[in-house]
């Protein structure tokens, strides 16, 4: 199929153009006149991609730049602008060049008679399942504002959470790629010019030294082998994570981590889930098709089995709370909180503060695992250098001892 661009006006006067997908022109005409559109201009767009266009398919929009793009159309809309005005204005002060081409074709769709949720749903890389499921309630119901601004507090909220893992993992990160760098550095050059000493060693090395050098011997003589490993082991786990049973027990995996880190990594997931569902049931998403968003975005797979048993629950008329107390991922808190809001009718408002207290707990865990990850990491990089040197020294005391 291809891509055209047409213009055309209305029964009253009214222009509009846009770009519709078809097989031909015939196609376009038909489609535009069962519109009501009577057709002016059609035109194929031709794409002939440059190496800049190239270059520009490999940028990323920052989630900062959606948040900031969805605050700034929520405050247009409230003061009154008409949508395509709305999209004119976003046009002009993003600066991010791919997100103001995704803006652009979505006011050309909407200029073509199409629901913004709609142009939205068109670029799922850019939109996801919960901003196109918020926008069109928002449509529908008249409160496009609160559920672009509610978007934004959800991204706002999310992003921070993100913000907070990624400080607290860059020191671990940077000590362990530290770490690594020595190890081979060490194994690398200061190995071999012991081992040239060693050869004159007429006793037997000791058990350390022999591990030493036997890493030496491989990383300088068979360092292909070393890149092999590690990129085939990078490649076969990105496989396994990525199928369905691959994924289920990678999940179950991390939530076992030590040192708490399968804690944070639970309760993210609480925080990320009640989040979601707070939102989509306030916005007033169909609760069937919330339960269904919130388990795909909620980045667990055993929570969203576990939303498959309460969308099973809902359909036979029984409770959200029920389903929720038989799974191992829910606490009992949680369980009785969605049970409260079922009850009084304030589901969304309890989901809140569940996402509230488990948010407040990640950071409160993620400070307190910064705090014991720093030493821990700088003695694993003390013991590494520790035993490289041992094992280098340890025979020449041996030979000192035998002179001795």
């Given at each position: 199929m291809a891509t055209f661009t047409f213009k055309a006006v209305d029964l009253t006067g009214v222009p509009a153009r846009g770009e519709l997908e078809a097989e031909s022109k015939q196609s376009v005409t038909d489609q535009l006149r069962d519109r009501g559109l009577i057709v002016l201009d059609i035109n194929e767009q031709k794409t002939t991609l440059t190496n800049f266009d190239l270059l520009e398919r490999f940028k990323r929009i920052k989630p900062a730049e959606l948040t900031v793009m969805t605050r700034q159309l929520a405050t247009m809309v409230a003061s009154g602008m008409s949508i395509l005005r709305c999209f004119h204005v976003l046009e002009e002060t993003t600066e991010n060049e791919k997100l103001k081409e995704i803006l652009d074709q979505v006011r050309l769709d909407i200029e073509a008679g199409i629901s913004m949720s709609d142009a939205l749903e068109k670029h799922p890389d850019t939109f996801?399942?919960?901003?196109?499921?918020?926008?069109?309630?928002?449509?529908?119901?008249?409160?496009l504002e609160e559920s672009l601004d509610r978007i934004a507090d959800q991204m706002e909220k999310r992003d921070s959470l993100k913000r907070q893992i990624r400080a607290a993992m860059a020191y671990p990160l940077m000590i362990g790629g530290f770490?690594?760098?020595?190890?081979?550095?060490?194994?690398?050059?200061?190995?071999?010019?012991?081992?040239?000493?060693?050869?004159?060693?007429?006793?037997?090395?000791?058990?350390?030294?022999?591990?030493?050098?036997?890493?030496?011997?491989?990383?300088?003589?068979?360092?292909?082998?070393?890149?092999a490993i590690v990129v085939g082991t990078i490649f076969l786990f990105r496989r396994w994570k990525k199928s369905t049973w691959g994924r289920f027990q990678w999940d179950a995996i991390k939530l076992k981590f030590?040192?708490?880190?399968?804690?944070?990594?639970?309760?993210?997931?609480?925080?990320?889930?009640?989040?979601?569902?707070?939102?989509?049931?306030?916005s007033g998403v169909p609760l069937l098709q919330a339960i269904d968003i919130t388990a795909k975005t909620a980045g667990n797979a055993h929570i969203e089995?576990?939303?498959?048993?309460?969308?099973?629950s809902v359909q036979r008329g029984g409770t959200i709370a029920q389903p929720l107390r038989e799974s191992h991922m829910f606490p009992s808190m949680v369980a009785h909180m969605v049970g409260?809001?079922?009850?009084?009718?304030?589901?969304?408002?309890?989901?809140?503060?569940?996402?509230?207290?488990?948010?407040?707990?990640?950071?409160?865990v993620i400070k307190a695992l910064t705090s014991i990850l720093e030493p821990v990491m700088i003695m694993v990089v003390g013991g590494i250098v520790g035993f490289i040197v041992i094992s280098m020294y340890l025979p020449l005391f041996q030979l000192y001892d035998n002179i001795r």
């Open positions: 996801d399942d919960l901003y196109i499921a918020m926008t069109r309630t928002g449509e529908t119901a008249g409160m770490a690594a760098t020595v190890l081979l550095a060490l194994v690398a050059f200061l190995v071999p010019v012991f081992e040239e000493v060693f050869k004159d060693f007429n006793g037997e090395l000791p058990a350390i030294t022999k591990v030493s050098v036997g890493m030496s011997h491989f990383v300088t003589g068979r360092w292909y082998l070393l890149i030590p040192a708490k880190i399968g804690d944070v990594i639970h309760k993210l997931a609480l925080a990320r889930w009640s989040r979601t569902f707070s939102g989509l049931v306030h089995r576990a939303m498959d048993d309460v969308k099973k409260v809001g079922e009850e009084t009718g304030n589901l969304d408002g309890m989901l809140g503060k569940v996402a509230d207290f488990y948010e407040d707990e990640v950071a409160a």
